[in-house]
């Protein structure tokens, strides 16, 4: 029996996933394969690397440095946020929270990251062969929200965000062989997810990056689909939906620390279904 976890990411939102993973480290419950979208990908590599509380520091702690999220990097580098700090200078070897790669390396779970190809709008799934000691080129690809992060470049190609791709990838988890699929969302799942605020961004996107622009417009439509086969999974066993019933006010970008710990403790308190799931009961 094949079991994944799906981490579909939501920015500052994604404290909620941190509480689920603690969860499951506290209660050493394990998955075959790993997919992590935007905040997602941070959020799994911390768990597959067994870095418990890892994750909720970093929401808590680092976003309210400039040099995490900024106007200031937005004059300086062209993006709000500046992902190679977040995921290089804070995660790389010596930084101040550095991922442990060996044990990330070692555990035997499969990992893919998502992002968006910026110019054709095709998913790209990186795997954990893609991902090296102080080189998380993949989750700063998978984490460029359009129009406040510039596409993240690899191989000469240019990246963002991977919910413009491939925003809930279970038929991916069915595809690599999972038999059941604890899917994680960042917002109540009865929640139809709206797509002004995707329109409105798409407008700063659209002329250097037009494919994007619509995988940008589009995205709302393609969320609540995937939301909603979700549910019909989840109703004949093969998925389990982890989602918050309060976003407790939390949005991609908001900096609240009282917010954060609250749907932190919803996470972990929700992340109690699991088990059972995973087990198979």
Same mark, same amino acid.
């Given at each position: 029996m094949k079991t994944g976890i799906i981490d579909v990411g939501g920015?500052?939102?994604?404290?909620?996933?941190?509480?689920?993973?603690?969860?499951?480290?506290?209660?050493?419950?394990?998955?075959?394969?790993?997919?992590?979208?935007?905040?997602?990908?941070?959020?799994?590599?911390?768990?597959?690397?067994?870095?418990?509380?890892?994750?909720?520091?970093?929401?808590?702690?680092?976003?309210?440095?400039?040099?995490?999220?900024?106007?200031?990097?937005?004059?300086?580098?062209?993006?709000y946020l500046d992902l190679d700090y977040i995921y290089g200078t804070l995660s790389n070897t010596g930084g101040e929270c550095p991922l442990d790669y060996d044990a990330f390396a070692a555990n035997p779970a499969e990992l893919i990251v998502i992002a968006c190809d910026?110019?054709?709008?095709?998913?790209?799934?990186?795997?954990k062969k893609d991902v090296a000691r102080d080189d998380y080129r993949p989750m700063m690809a998978s984490s460029a929200i359009p129009a406040v992060c510039l596409p993240y470049p690899i191989d000469g190609r240019r990246y963002f965000d991977g919910a413009l791709g491939d925003t809930i990838p279970l038929q991916k988890a069915f595809d690599e062989g999972c038999d059941r699929v604890v899917l994680v969302l960042t917002k109540p799942k009865d929640t139809l997810r709206k797509a002004d605020k995707d329109v409105f961004l798409a407008r700063f996107?659209?002329?250097?990056?037009?494919? %994007?622009?619509?995988?940008?417009?589009?995205? /709302?439509?393609?969320?609540? !689909? $995937?939301?909603?086969?979700? *549910? #019909?999974?989840? %109703?004949?066993?093969?998925?389990?939906?982890? /989602?918050?019933?309060?976003? !407790? $006010?939390?949005?991609?970008? *908001? #900096?609240?620390?009282?917010?954060?710990?609250?749907?932190?403790a919803r996470g972990y308190e929700d992340a109690a279904a699991i088990r059972a799931f995973a087990a198979g009961d």
């Open positions: 920015g500052m939102r994604g404290i909620y996933a941190a509480g689920v993973f603690d969860r499951c480290m506290d209660e050493d419950i394990r998955f075959d394969l790993c997919i992590g979208i935007s905040a997602g990908s941070a959020n799994v590599s911390s768990y597959l690397a067994g870095q418990r509380g890892r994750n909720r520091f970093f929401y808590e702690t680092y976003p309210f440095r400039k040099e995490y999220m900024s106007l200031g990097n937005f004059l300086r580098i062209g993006s910026a110019d054709t709008g095709e998913s790209r799934y990186f795997e996107v659209k002329r250097r990056w037009p494919v %994007a622009a619509e995988r940008l417009r589009t995205r /709302a439509k393609r969320y609540n !689909e $995937g939301v909603a086969l979700a *549910k #019909k999974l989840e %109703a004949e066993g093969k998925v389990l939906i982890i /989602a918050p019933e309060d976003t !407790e $006010g939390m949005d991609t970008l *908001k #900096k609240d620390r009282d917010a954060m710990e609250r749907l932190y």
